[in-house]
């Protein structure tokens, strides 16, 4: 299946950035740039698995998962145990969830492999209440957006994770001790060109 055929089969009819209007406004945050979104394609989530070594049987959450994108493409890539996706926004958490049932009806039980048995999670809430013990690869989409005391919020959360989780910053960087920085790497996301700052918590 080519990333083109993927796509279409899963976000043919799926408006994220409509969707994300309206979620933000639901709430009264149109203005807040905590909550821009953007959209990741097949391709850079291809490149985020490689220069993390993603290995089948792993956990990978995506944090500000959107309308799913990165979580389902991070299956039809890698045999994880499961991918996860964790929004805050309900709209695209909707939206989300119906990728994910379409992809688990029309595309997984096509592979002839292990992705056959990945896992699909998605949970609707507050990144920075999420639950990321049993993550392996964690990707964080903190682009420009975030300022500098949401990302010590966002290095706060990291800290949580075990030893030896794999992390991804796009765009901003961490900067405490708790992380090893292993690499930084161009990335082509669906909104322009983009940095992903990969990590290692100590």
Not at 91 to 100: D, I, K, R, T
Not at 159 to 175: D, F, H, N, Q, W
Request: with cysteine; aromatic share 8%; charged share 25%.
């Amino acid at each position: 299946m080519t990333f083109a055929t993927l796509q279409d089969v899963l976000f043919s009819d799926v408006a994220g950035y409509s969707l994300s209007a309206s979620g933000k406004a639901a709430i009264d945050r149109e203005a807040d740039p905590a909550l821009t979104y953007g959209e990741c394609t097949p391709e850079a989530v291809e490149h985020i698995l490689s220069i993390t070594g993603a290995k089948p049987g792993e956990v990978f959450y995506d944090l500000g998962s959107g309308t799913g994108k990165m979580v389902v493409f991070a299956a039809f890539f890698m045999a994880f145990k499961k991918s996860v996706g964790v929004e805050l926004l309900p709209e695209l958490h909707e939206a989300a969830q119906m990728v994910g049932k379409r992809y688990m009806e029309e595309i997984q039980p096509k592979l002839e492999d292990d992705r056959r048995d990945t896992k699909l999670e998605y949970r609707l809430g507050d990144i920075f209440e999420a639950d990321l013990s049993d993550a392996d690869i964690v990707v964080s989409h903190c682009c420009t957006c975030f300022d500098d005391a949401l990302m010590q919020k966002l290095s706060d959360k990291l800290e949580s994770c075990k030893p030896g989780t794999r992390i991804v910053t796009v765009t901003r960087a961490l900067s405490s001790p708790a992380f090893e920085s292993v690499g930084v790497s161009p990335v082509q996301m669906g909104w322009g060109q983009a940095t992903a700052n990969v990590y290692l918590r100590r």
